[in-house]
C-alpha cells in the first residue's frame, strides 16, 4: 500500500501498487472512525490482499476487505526510515500509472523494503531507486556520452554534472554544476549489478546535494514532470545526510 488520502467525513482513498494492474485506488468506508476493520492494513508500505466491489462507471471501488501478507511498520517507528519510505511512495505513485502493470516496480519496492528493514541506509535506498526508476524506464541519463558535443567518454574522462546531464571537460559548465567523482562512479557501477541489500556506496556519494543526488533526482523530476515533496522530510530526519 502507498498511502491513503481522507475523503469527506469518515472515508479514506486508498494507493495500492499491485504487481499485475499498476498503481490502484480503493475507498475504505468508514476507516478513519474506526480502525476495526482495516486497523494496521491501513498503514504505508503494508502489503496486503485486498478484496473490493466494483462499480459500473465509477473510477473508485469500494474496499470490502484487506487482509496483511507483510508489515512494515516497526522499522517505521524509525524517523529516516520512515521518511525514505515515503520518497520511495511519492517516486513509485509518480511513475506507475493506474491500470498498466509494473511488475519490475513491484519487485523493486519490495526488495528496497526488504534492505531498509534489515539496515540499508535510507539515502542509499533513495539513490538506488532513483537510479532503477530512470533505468527501467529508459531514461537513465547517458554517463558515458557528453551532452553538450556528444564527445564519447573513457572510463577515465573527467565527467560533470549539471542536472540531468553529464559534460565533459572542455564544455563550458553551468554555474552549480558539480564533478561526478571516482566514488560517485563506483556507486553507479554498484547500482547497476548489485541487489539493494548488498548495494555499497560512500557516504559523500549519496548525500543529498551531492553530485549522484543532482544527477538521478533532476532526471527523475524530468521523467515524471513534478517536484517531490518528501525529500525534505528525510533530509531533515537525516540532519542532512546521515541517519542518526
Not at 88 to 113: D, K, N, W
Not at 167 to 185: F, I, N, Q, T
Not at 188 to 194: E, I, K, N, V
Amino acid at each position: 500500500m502507498l498511502g491513503t488520502t481522507e475523503l469527506g467525513e469518515a472515508d479514506l482513498i486508498v494507493t495500492l501498487l499491485a504487481e499485475n494492474t499498476g498503481r490502484l485506488r480503493g475507498v475504505a468506508p468508514s476507516a478513519r472512525k474506526s480502525r476495526k476493520r482495516f486497523g494496521g492494513r491501513l498503514e504505508p508500505m503494508t502489503r496486503v490482499v485486498v478484496t473490493w466491489a466494483q462499480r459500473e462507471g465509477r473510477e473508485l471501488h469500494r474496499i470490502e476487505s484487506m487482509e496483511t501478507l507483510r508489515s512494515f511498520a516497526n522499522m517505521q517507528s524509525d524517523p529516516a526510515r520512515q521518511a525514505a519510505c515515503a520518497v520511495l511512495a511519492e517516486i513509485t505513485t509518480a511513475v506507475v500509472h493506474e491500470g498498466e502493470a509494473e511488475p519490475r516496480t513491484y519487485r523493486l519496492l519490495g526488495a528496497l523494503l526488504e534492505a531498509l528493514e534489515g539496515g540499508l541506509d535510507p539515502w542509499l535506498a533513495v539513490r538506488y531507486a532513483e537510479y532503477w526508476t530512470l533505468r527501467l524506464h529508459g531514461v537513465l541519463p547517458d554517463l558515458d556520452t557528453c551532452a553538450a558535443c556528444g564527445t564519447e567518454l573513457a572510463a577515465s574522462d573527467a565527467r560533470w554534472v549539471a542536472g540531468a546531464e553529464v559534460l565533459c571537460r572542455r564544455c563550458p559548465k553551468p554555474a552549480g554544476a558539480v564533478a561526478l567523482s571516482a566514488a560517485d562512479r563506483d556507486a553507479l557501477a554498484s547500482f547497476a549489478r548489485s541487489e539493494p541489500a548488498a548495494v555499497v556506496a560512500s557516504p559523500e556519494s549519496i548525500r543529498p546535494d551531492g553530485a549522484l543526488d543532482r544527477l538521478l533526482r533532476s532526471a527523475l523530476e524530468g521523467f515524471v514532470e513534478r517536484s517531490f515533496r518528501t525529500y525534505r522530510h528525510l533530509r531533515a530526519a537525516t540532519r542532512g545526510g546521515r541517519a542518526s
